[in-house]
């Protein structure tokens, strides 16, 4: 079973930057599409991002497009989430997983223990 280990987390003012890193304990990253996801305060978990195992091929959700940016070192094992201009509709508990259905949310493993991400001023 692969773990995943998320950090970079904080509090940050609006408009500001955070880096996510995702570090897995097995080679994922060239095997699955990943995707980063985001659980807001009483919301369902979501996915912001994800990037192809050839890591070509990104994408977004509209609410980060053009402020967040996703990629990979799968030399190193980790998957990185690029925060810019954040809002504080961007704060949660942001997570990593490899997807098996995008519109479903459905995973191929365990969830890992998250970062937390707190916007505001």
């Known amino acids: 079973q692969v773990q995943f280990v998320e950090s970079g987390g904080g509090l940050v003012q609006p408009g500001g930057s955070l880096r996510l890193s995702c570090t897995a304990s097995?080679?994922?990253?060239?095997?699955?599409?990943m995707g980063w996801y985001r659980q807001s305060p009483g919301k369902e978990r979501k996915l912001v991002a994800h990037?192809?195992?050839?890591?070509?091929?990104?994408v977004y959700a509209d609410s980060v497009k053009g402020r967040f940016t996703i990629s990979r070192d799968s030399a190193q094992k980790t998957m990185y989430l690029q925060m810019n201009s954040l809002k504080p509709e961007d704060t949660g508990v942001y997570y990593c997983?490899?997807?098996?259905?995008?519109?479903?949310?459905?995973?191929?493993?365990?969830w890992g223990q998250g970062t937390q991400v707190i916007v505001s001023s």
């Open positions: 990037i192809s195992s050839g890591g070509t091929n990104t």
């Open positions: 097995g080679n994922v990253f060239r095997l699955y599409t």
């Open positions: 997983n490899a997807i098996r259905a995008a519109q479903s949310g459905a995973v191929f493993f365990n």
